[in-house]
């Protein structure tokens, strides 16, 4: 069977347009979460990672023309052009899927203010998706995948099972949401978002903080495709879902064991050969005491752990794949980075927070997301040796 | 080609009718979707109480998954059942409500309980909280049914051994027009209804 | 008092969407959530909070105070009380 390999990455982001100024920016500190108190997208100021939409613009002229093209659809083709750049994967070919991954889209075009006649089809997710496929001149129908919180995550689980089965030689993964009055106002609702930036698993944790982004992965089967360097693949993958509530954590945190303890049976590893795991950690009180019981059910309670929330924000159906990249990229760079906005544990499972950032070598690392409607997934990315 | 996989059961609900494996089990006439769903639940006796609580996309997709699981196998153990739906409209006949909700600042009052039902995929935990489904998820978006992406995708699931069953299907709704088909996938070698996207689309093209 | 606790049990049959309950039905005294109640969940208590601001223009800062103030309808009705006299 075909092993998914890692051909190139792109993160697209407050902290960058290329995933070299991320990670540099992740590795000093650097966070984009910023106090907005002059955004469209709030009535009250709210702490958030926002792309500045004039830098964007103008990036995207060097591509195609801005004002053809929303938001949503100018982060995917602008994050999957910079991808493509580093591999050697043909968009164009039958052989290369699409597969979309995001949670609300085009949402911001119900509002009429945004609306600025790019039709009534657009709101479509898979009209959106069509828009970034024939910008490509792929010829195959992207595969859009909506599933809260875990789009991401499940995303590059589901490219790299299509990788397996010969279905694609090549697959351009991308996952992307953009923060809008309808996202802001949901959150707000919840009565889910900090004021300041957000501390996952910390004492004094109170809530998420939304982000913008998008995040790419190219996989493909072709050992000679990618990054020059170590070879990563997608080593295996499951969801699972908790079903105990739509919107409320579980309070054991079964579900996400249980996408724990699939997951590495997929890859065929036991919990101890994972040396570094990239968690959800959103920061509201019920998600990360549920992941921390998860992890320390799971067999993870000794294995270094952080959460990128702290860098980012909640980036939604973004945030599975941003947060792919930066583990690929921790791995490659033999770098554990340090949870952003964590100090005292907060959480009742044993875990091992990062606090510092620490070189150690990854061979195997495991990427987690829970989302509403119950739902979990982890993954696991392993160096080839 | 036997993969030893059958569709053991298939139910739809579309215009004011739902029926199971072809044979209808309710229908009711010149009724809006709030009208029937809420006959179809009292008719089936699905008596659940959360179903008011609902948007209309998870009571759509809920009553078509009491119908197809009505007679399933009580044995069929919940972690390995996976839950894989697709629609074209994804969440938008709730997001419009709390689009709603929050275009005038002078009645600016988004509800938690409508913005809970604003992603796809909580239909999917509808089904599964219901039926205490563990296993997989998935929600796939596309322009109209499409038996090839759900096909693949399933496979996959079974040929990793991620799955022992799987419920998947279609399950759309929006601006009062609604369509549900739903597919029960389990491993049995039965030739007459073995799993393949040419009888997904046949059964779907025609129990219409 | 009677008639805000009859206004409230309507509202709330209303806004949580309880199909199969009535007025009637609904203790005054007895709790709205968990086991032996009405057992409402998380949703709802967010839900909640958003009807005394709509209907009652009354701001909940601290979400913490809601497991008190929505314990029955009883306890609702006599918040609402203190608030407009204050």
Redesign the interface.
Known sequence: MPAPLIASHNILSPLGFSTDENFSAVRNGKSGLALQASSPTSNTPFCAALINTDKLDMAFQAIGNPNKYTRFEKLLILSISHALKDSEVDIRSGQTGILISTTKGNIDLLDAENYHGFGENRIHLWEAAQQVQAFFENPNVPIVLSNACISGALAVIMASDYIRSGRYNNIVVAGADIISKFVVSGFQSFLALAENPCQPYDKNRNGLNLGEGCGTIVLTNNKKAGLDGELIAVAGGASSNDANHISGPSRTGAGLTLAIGKSLKNAGISAGDVNYLCAHGTATIFNDEMESLAFSTAGLSATPVNSFKGYYGHTLGAAGLIESVLTVKSMTEKLLVKTAGYTDCGVSGKINVITENTQANIHHAMKTASGFGGCNAALIFSKLS | MNNGLCISAHCRIKDNSAALNGETVFTLEEASFTQFIKALYRDQKFEY?K???MDNLSKLGFAAAEILLSNADDKIM??EVG?VLAN???S?DT??K??E???D?KN??????V??Y?????V???I??K?????????????SF?SD?LF??T???F????VSSCLIGWVDCYLGEYDAALFFITRNNDKKSNFESERLKSIYQNCS | MEELINKLKAEIIEVLNLEDISPEDIEAESPLFGEGGLGLDSIDALELIVLLEKNYEIKIENPQDGKQIFFSIQSMADFITQQKVA
């Open positions: 109480s179903f008011f609580k919940g972690e839950v074209a409209n994804a938008l997001d419009v709390h689009q909700s929050i275009a600042a600016y009052f988004p509800s938690p309980s913005f809970v604003t992603l796809p995929n909580i999917i935990g509808e599964c909280i039926h205490k489904f563990t296993g997989e998820n998935a929600c796939l978006i596309s322009k499409d992406q693949e995708y496979m996959n699931l040929n990793n051994g991620k």
